[in-house]
């Protein structure tokens, strides 16, 4: 199976923990996408890497969380001090993204379900 | 600020008959639309997308249709199979915004056998 991958599928923490996600993208995909998805609604945008290059963060992207794709290829996202209103579900996305070039499809990993106590 | 809607959280439709799950927009500045497909314990799943200089992209069963002038789109299913039944989502995203989509909140479909 060469989809996307994330690890773990479930995480339950307790408040003011740290937790870390991975995320496998396709290999020849260049761009990496976190989305996170809380009940009843659709994925919401963190942020995406083109290769290792972090270009666009949203705001929901608080100074807690963190993320970072060493060298292109896995990625993780950290969360510090971990809140209830964490607990979502994050996804993980990627893209073939040729440099300079237009959007294009995004496949999703099956996602970490992240429960905060 | 809800740039995407899915006004139907749920839609039930008999095995063989045409589902239709519609979604409108409110950012003229989207040019490129998608829909999604998600099983419960899954992530999204691709179906069919479509950019806005086409009123219309057909995949086998698939369908999707887009309106700009009254910024909507909808997705049909025909003929639609049990195994349709998921909760679909449109996503869109605007030229110059990075690879940022947006997605509707989802409408539920169940496909009766």
């Known amino acids: 199976d060469t989809g996307v991958s994330q690890d773990p599928r479930h995480k339950i923490t307790k408040r003011g923990q740290n937790v870390t996600f991975r995320c496998d993208p396709i290999?020849?995909?260049?761009?990496l996408y976190w989305y996170r998805q809380t009940l009843g609604q659709g994925p919401e945008f963190l942020t995406y890497?083109?290769?290792?290059?972090?270009?666009?963060k949203s705001r929901l992207l608080s100074d807690r969380f963190s993320a970072e794709r060493p060298k292109g290829s896995f990625s993780t996202l950290e969360i510090q001090r971990t809140e209830q209103g964490d607990s979502a579900m994050y996804l993980c996305?990627?893209?073939?993204?040729?440099?300079?070039?237009?959007?294009?499809?995004?496949?999703f990993g099956p996602g970490t379900r992240l429960t905060v106590l | 600020d809800q740039q995407v809607k899915q006004n139907s959280p749920s839609l039930s439709v008999q095995e063989g008959r045409i589902s239709i799950l519609n979604c409108d927009y409110t950012n003229s500045m989207f040019d490129y639309f998608l829909w999604y497909k998600k099983y419960p314990a899954e992530g999204p799943t691709f179906l069919i997308s479509?950019?806005?200089?086409?009123d219309k992209n057909e995949d086998g069963r698939f369908t999707v249709f887009l309106n700009k002038s009254a910024k909507h789109l909808s997705l049909h299913i025909v003929p639609s199979q049990p195994g349709d039944s998921a909760v679909y989502f449109c996503a869109a995203s605007a030229l110059g915004t990075g690879n940022q989509f947006y997605f509707g909140t989802g409408t539920s479909l169940t496909v009766i056998p």
């Open positions: 890497f083109q290769n290792e290059a972090q270009l666009e």
């Open positions: 996305a990627s893209s073939l993204g040729l440099a300079g070039g237009p959007r294009d499809t995004q496949y």
């Open positions: 290999s020849e995909h260049n761009r």
């Open positions: 479509i950019s806005s200089i086409k």
